[in-house]
């Protein structure tokens, strides 16, 4: 009994170590809407070789944050968004009802980058497809939401209000 109780005790200390995101995990996630976007016209996120400095910063940073959960890199991507959220999201005004509203799925990984909002303001998460919370605490890392925020506040001209888009496509 006391050994199952330290084995219980010590998944759920390890668990709140590394789970850290903001925004809950859509179960509804398969059902939500693919988007088009100058990403996932490409299909892919560039392997971790590909020579990004003649790309703009965003892009620049986004294929290192990716590169650094997976060094060969991240593969096949798709961005998803809740059916009731599609018209704000094509309005690209970061305007989006609570809760979680986007996705970014690393396909290869079986990986799901949440946005979602709570009072009007963005929040993030990373899950595994089945819903394992995998965000960490460790800021540095390219798993944590302070890794998120920074992209998605640091670059005016592709975000508005957590919602990155290119106005060009």
């Known amino acids: 009994m006391v050994k199952i109780f330290v084995f219980v005790l010590s998944v759920v200390v390890s668990n709140a170590c590394f789970a850290e995101s903001e925004v809950s995990f859509p179960a509804d996630w398969k059902d939500w809407m693919p988007v088009t976007t100058p990403l996932t016209k490409i299909g892919a996120l560039p392997g971790c070789d590909f020579d990004s400095s003649s790309l703009p910063p965003i892009y620049q940073e986004t294929v290192e944050t990716y590169?650094?959960?997976?060094?060969?890199?991240?593969?096949?991507?798709?961005?998803?968004?809740?059916?009731?959220?599609?018209?704000?999201?094509?309005?690209?005004?970061?305007?989006?009802?609570?809760?979680?509203?986007?996705?970014?799925?690393?396909?290869?990984?079986?990986?799901?980058?949440?946005?979602?909002?709570?009072?009007?303001?963005?929040?993030?998460?990373?899950?595994?497809?089945?819903?394992?919370?995998?965000?960490?605490?460790?800021?540095?890392?390219?798993?944590?939401?302070?890794?998120?925020?920074?992209?998605?506040t640091g670059y005016e001209a592709f975000c508005v209000n957590g919602q990155c888009a290119s106005s060009s496509y």
């Open 67 to 152: 590169c650094s959960v997976r060094p060969e890199g991240p593969g096949a991507v798709a961005v998803l968004v809740t059916s009731s959220e599609t018209k704000a999201y094509q309005d690209k005004l970061g305007k989006m009802q609570d809760g979680p509203v986007m996705i970014l799925h690393l396909k290869e990984l079986s990986v799901l980058f949440v946005t979602g909002y709570k009072e009007g303001k963005p929040t993030y998460g990373a899950y595994k497809e089945d819903g394992t919370d995998i965000a960490s605490v460790d800021p540095s890392s390219p798993l944590s939401m302070a890794t998120c925020r920074t992209c998605h």
